[in-house]
């Protein structure tokens, strides 16, 4: 069931698409190429400036993994030495709600604007860490609502410089993850965000989605913020899902997906806004990785939007939506199994179950999800 649009979404004004415009005209776009989901620019890679080096490989996983729109047979790709970014729509961009952690939350005496989580941190000194999504379409009641599975690697208590802001003890972040958002693609996708300034601004070299504004530096040919991906998974059938990954490598937050380095932000991007010295910003390292499950309510009532599959949590395998695999980076860059407490917004509608340090190939894994509202999955 595919929801309308008819909820009230944040109008922030016509500055994100004239910031957008500007900079999608100082790139180099070499080519333009439409898909059955979006329309692709072609940007020649060395206009964003030059490429920092890429990390080590990373090992594919065992048995198929998803395939990204562009790796299809018969895609068409850009010419030699460009990289894909998605076209924004510029309503989306004009009226998209407000990305905000889990503890930085809005008043709950009315619903419009309030984001739900079935969340997990885990206080830690990293550079990084992965997850492996599952890949539902969960239903959400309007085009504006979003729901989500991902990871934010986070550091807290920056002195950051905001615009006229004073100085002020905030949080940076880059982010990943899977998310239904008909808005910003007409289908669920990969999705990346940033913000350098505790969301207090989003804008070029500040804070966004994907590449709507200047920070996402694009690296691989075909896998790109905002990509669609296929298999999906079936309630009670198939499961498929998609391994995400952020690393700090000298100095810059790259993200791979599966065993693709896709792209990265950075860590000028963090330093900059903050009289600290870098390495006491993200581009020096995080402090608390998270895991969570988020759906946006853009309606006065409460959302019917589902999480993850829209089954609760203790449906398990098959059924409910769920992270695999959750682990952080330590500094010495080796990975550790997750292991964090969790706190749920409304139980009644959304729910997690968690299984970490459990000891099985599933590493520490957690079932995520619920129907919202009314209790009926899809609606």
């Known amino acids: 069931m595919i929801g309308t649009n008819t909820a009230t ?11 957008t415009l500007k900079t999608r005209a100082g790139l180099n776009i ?19 400036g030059k490429i920092a080096e890429l990390p080590p490989p990373r090992t594919p996983r065992e048995g198929p993994r998803p395939t990204a729109e562009l790796e299809q047979a018969g895609a068409e790709l850009g010419p030699a030495g460009t990289v894909p970014v998605s076209r924004t729509n510029l309503d989306y961009l004009t009226n998209a709600p407000k990305k905000v952690l889990p503890e930085i939350q809005f008043s709950k005496r009315q619903n419009a604007g309030v984001h739900w989580y079935c969340q997990a941190n885990q206080t830690v000194t990293n550079i990084g860490g992965t997850g492996t999504f599952s890949m539902f379409a969960p239903y959400t009641q309007s085009d504006a609502d979003f729901s ?7 550091r807290h208590d920056v002195n950051i410089q905001a615009g006229r802001f004073p100085p002020f003890p905030g949080t940076q972040t880059v982010e990943a993850g899977w998310i239904n958002w008909k808005q910003q693609v007409a289908q669920p996708h990969l999705f990346t965000y940033y913000t350098s300034n505790n969301y207090v601004q989003e804008g070029n070299n500040q804070g966004g989605w994907n590449t709507d ?12 913020p905002g990509s669609v991906f296929t298999p999906l998974s079936i309630d009670g059938g198939a499961q498929n899902d998609l391994k995400i990954e ?8 790259w993200l791979a997906v599966e065993d693709k380095w896709i792209g990265y932000y950075p860590g000028s991007l963090f330093s900059t806004p903050s009289s600290d010295p870098a390495s006491s910003t993200l581009a020096g390292g995080s402090d608390t990785i998270y ?8 309606e006065e009532t409460l959302t019917t939007t589902d999480m993850g599959s829209g089954e609760f949590a203790n449906k398990g395998y098959g059924k409910a939506g769920y992270i695999f695999n959750i682990a952080y980076t330590n500094p010495q860059n080796v990975s550790k199994p997750f292991n964090g407490p969790w706190r749920d917004s409304d139980t009644s509608r959304y729910t997690h179950e968690s299984h970490f340090l459990s000891g099985t190939k599933r590493g520490s894994y957690a079932f995520i999800g619920g129907p919202g509202a009314g209790g009926k ?3």
Not at 9 to 19: A, F, M
Not at 32 to 42: A, E, M, N, S, V
Request: charged fraction near 15%; proline fraction near 3%.
């Open 9 to 19: 979404p944040t109008n922030r004004g016509n500055q994100h698409v004239e910031k």
């Open 30 to 48: 070499v080519k333009t190429t439409t898909t059955d989901t979006q329309t692709i620019d072609w940007v020649a890679l060395d206009s964003q």
């Open 148 to 154: 989500l599975l991902q990871t934010a690697v986070t």
């Open 213 to 224: 504004f200047t920070g996402w530096v694009q690296v691989d040919p075909t896998i790109h």
């Open 246 to 253: 952020y690393n700090l490598h000298k100095g810059n937050w």
């Open 291 to 298: 895991f969570y499950g988020e759906v946006t309510n853009n």
């Open 377 to 379: 999955i899809g609606g």
